[in-house]
């Protein structure tokens, strides 16, 4: 039931027409930087501790309600792609898959970093339209009990296949997947649950960092590639992203955590490019937890 009201939702986002999304999108970041709640709280901590923007000012309040603006008009956006691809237009696409082709054409597995930035299922869309080989996306148990259905629907629209991380075989079935030739997609902005994972600079604090990529890259041998879609316009967005890290091509034996400090520094630079399209309501820092 849960899933055809996910489905439902969807669609129904998806015909808004463009005025009222528009409209929708301001209304909702007003509302959002204005009301209390725990979303509110934890990005003013976020944008004063590492924006330096106290919450009384206007220029933080004005950035809250990007931030929130932009989160509605690309969940919009994203609907529309899901119910009817082709609706958005990609910018920088072709480049990026080229690269993916080539790691392809030499037999290798990717490992591919995107964060919460733009649109993250689009980019899930991008990734598995640029690979031949099956894409398996890591994904979180969501909260709300009976919903990971609907995600699995969502992402299969996509093209991907989704690997729960709560799974005890999580490693076994990471491992498998690129030792075999497909690839996997990690969304590796978030804290690591679990192992503390490597401690890395991120935006001038030390954090401590998925350490998943690193890992699966140098045990199996994996290219990382990063890639995230940023919105542009109305319908519009980018494809950024490149070569993090290539264990054959890296002078010399690099630890887990100097490729995890190259995977932080790329989603770094993508935030202080397009600061209002990431997430900030997450409990990213020590101060914010």
């Given at each position: 039931m849960k899933t055809?009201?996910?489905?439902?939702?969807v669609h129904l986002l998806a015909i808004l027409p463009d005025s009222i999304v528009e409209s929708l999108a301001n209304s909702v970041a007003w509302l959002s930087a204005t009301l209390p709640s725990r979303r509110l709280r934890l990005i003013r901590i976020n944008v004063d501790k590492i924006l330096g923007l106290p919450s009384h000012t206007s220029f933080a309040k004005?950035?809250?309600?990007?931030?929130?603006?932009?989160?509605?008009?690309?969940?919009?956006?994203?609907?529309?792609?899901?119910?009817?691809?082709?609706?958005?237009?990609?910018?920088?696409?072709?480049e990026w898959r080229h690269l993916?082709?080539?790691?392809?054409?030499?037999?290798?597995?990717?490992?591919?970093?995107?964060?919460?930035?733009?649109?993250?299922?689009?980019?899930?869309?991008?990734?598995?339209?640029?690979?031949?080989?099956?894409?398996?996306?890591?994904?979180?148990?969501p909260k709300?009990?009976?919903?990971s259905a609907a995600l699995e629907w969502l992402r299969g629209r996509l093209g991907l296949s989704v690997l729960w991380s709560h799974k005890k075989?999580?490693?076994?079935?990471?491992?498998?997947?690129?030792?075999?030739?497909?690839?996997?997609?990690?969304?590796?902005?978030?804290?690591?649950?679990?192992?503390?994972?490597?401690?890395?600079?991120?935006?001038?604090?030390?954090?401590?960092?998925?350490?998943?990529?690193?890992?699966?890259?140098?045990?199996?041998?994996?290219?990382?590639?990063?890639?995230?879609?940023?919105?542009t316009g109305a319908k519009r967005f980018r494809v950024v992203g490149g070569l993090i890290f290539d264990p054959q091509a890296a002078e010399g034996l690099k630890s887990e955590g100097q490729v995890s400090q190259l995977c932080a520094t790329e989603i770094e630079r993508w935030i202080r490019l397009y600061p209002e399209q990431w997430t900030w309501e997450y409990k990213r820092w020590v101060f914010s937890s």
């Amino acid at each position: 039931m849960k899933t055809l009201l996910f489905r439902c939702l969807v669609h129904l986002l998806a015909i808004l027409p463009d005025s009222i999304v528009e409209s929708l999108a301001n209304s909702v970041a007003w509302l959002s930087a204005t009301l209390p709640s725990r979303r509110l709280r934890l990005i003013r901590i976020n944008v004063d501790k590492i924006l330096g923007l106290p919450s009384h000012t206007s220029f933080a309040k004005t950035f809250y309600r990007q931030v929130f603006a932009s989160q509605v008009r690309c969940l919009i956006e994203t609907c529309r792609e899901v119910v009817t691809p082709g609706t958005i237009t990609l910018e920088g696409e072709e480049e990026w898959r080229h690269l993916v082709h080539r790691l392809e054409n030499d037999g290798r597995s990717i490992i591919f970093a995107a964060a919460h930035i733009g649109s993250w299922e689009i980019t899930g869309a991008v990734v598995a339209r640029a690979c031949n080989k099956q894409v398996h996306a890591l994904a979180k148990l969501p909260k709300v009990q009976g919903t990971s259905a609907a995600l699995e629907w969502l992402r299969g629209r996509l093209g991907l296949s989704v690997l729960w991380s709560h799974k005890k075989s999580l490693v076994r079935d990471m491992i498998s997947s690129l030792r075999s030739g497909e690839h996997l997609a990690m969304v590796i902005d978030q804290k690591p649950e679990g192992r503390a994972g490597d401690t890395v600079q991120f935006i001038g604090k030390p954090i401590a960092f998925v350490g998943g990529p690193a890992a699966m890259s140098l045990r199996c041998n994996a290219a990382i590639v990063s890639v995230a879609t940023v919105r542009t316009g109305a319908k519009r967005f980018r494809v950024v992203g490149g070569l993090i890290f290539d264990p054959q091509a890296a002078e010399g034996l690099k630890s887990e955590g100097q490729v995890s400090q190259l995977c932080a520094t790329e989603i770094e630079r993508w935030i202080r490019l397009y600061p209002e399209q990431w997430t900030w309501e997450y409990k990213r820092w020590v101060f914010s937890s």
